[in-house]
């Protein structure tokens, strides 16, 4: 059977980069918006007996998820066998519990969405806080890559004397895991949220990060707010200009400018997410995360997916 990537325009230099390893051929995906805010899609027609890969990043969920579900059936329309989906960034993956009365639980909810048109998933880091695995959320076969040797290689390569710091709690799986690829000291800030805009930071200790450059690692900015904070608190305790890495670049409004602003030496990102903070080349590893799932059984018929 055939392979076939169908990149999202965004995504196109990303799918480039997968084709080879994957001996996989670089179809066609269009997609642009009426001035109504209505998508239209056009995909590849060759693609009878093809088992494909859409590549789309989650970054505005709500304008791509639609346009995936066109995507999806199109290509099935014009004979694919089977269609997954490499995402580099997964969105909806923070609600996973009811925080407030009346709230939707949205992992699940998104998760259901996505099954009903594709046949496996593909992923890197997603935001599993009280989720131990993907499995849990999805019925088809989902696989997550992990950016942590990426970033580790690159932190060890470009910041003399690093110091990972994760700005929360929820950042400690991520900061951990790249510390220890990369033999690197480490510690996890405390954080309080007043809002959904208002967060304060504890105090580190000083003395465990003198003659060390900071190195702030969190897996999703979006906001800002926090790395803001932290770099803060750094600042005034005199440390040198810290590095602030996003395994996802989301970057809301000016949150990228005001890093920059605030002190930072640099903001680098991975690229899930296009953005001129790019540096952290992840291709490779959304490669050998899909490489086992990508054609290798018959679609299921049991997600619920429509005809």
């Known amino acids: 059977m055939s392979r076939v990537l169908l990149p999202f325009p965004q995504q196109r230099p990303m ?18 918006r009426f001035p109504d805010g209505e998508s ?3 995909v590849d027609e060759s693609l009878s007996g093809a088992d494909v890969a859409v590549i789309a990043t989650l970054r505005n969920p709500d304008e791509v998820s639609i346009a995936l579900r066109f995507a999806s059936a199109t290509a099935r329309e014009f004979g694919a066998r089977s269609v997954g989906l490499v995402a580099p960034y997964l969105a909806y993956m923070r609600q996973d519990t009811r925080f407030h009365p009346g709230e939707a639980v949205s992992a699940p909810l998104y998760a259901r969405f996505l099954e009903e048109s594709f046949d496996w ?18 019925r088809i076969p989902a696989a997550r890559a992990a950016a942590a040797s990426a970033v580790a290689r690159w932190i060890v390569e470009h910041v003399p004397n690093p110091v990972l710091i994760g700005p929360d709690s929820e950042s400690e799986q991520w900061v951990s895991d790249i510390a220890g690829k990369g033999g690197l000291p480490w510690q996890v800030l405390q954080k309080q949220r007043h809002g959904d805009r208002e967060v304060s930071v504890s105090l580190p200790d000083a003395a465990a990060l003198k003659g060390c450059n900071p190195v702030l690692v969190d897996d999703i900015v979006s906001s800002g707010h926090t790395l803001l904070e932290t770099l803060g608190h750094l600042k005034a305790l005199g440390l040198p200009p810290s590095v602030c890495i996003a395994i996802h670049a989301v ?3 000016d949150a990228y ?5 605030a002190g930072a030496s640099q903001v680098v990102s991975t690229n899930s997410i296009p953005h001129p903070s790019n540096a952290i080349e992840i291709a490779g590893l959304l490669t050998e995360a899909c490489a086992d799932l990508f054609g290798a059984s018959a679609p299921r018929r049991d997600s619920g997916r429509s005809p």
């Open 121 to 138: 998933l593909v992923t890197l880091d997603p935001h599993l806080h009280r989720t131990p695995e993907l499995s849990t959320l999805f």
């Open 251 to 253: 970057f809301s409004g």
């Open 40 to 42: 239209l899609v056009a």
């Open 257 to 261: 400018e005001q890093l920059r602003n």
């Open 15 to 32: 799918a480039e980069a997968m084709a080879s390893t994957l001996e996989a051929r670089l179809g066609r995906l269009d997609w642009r």
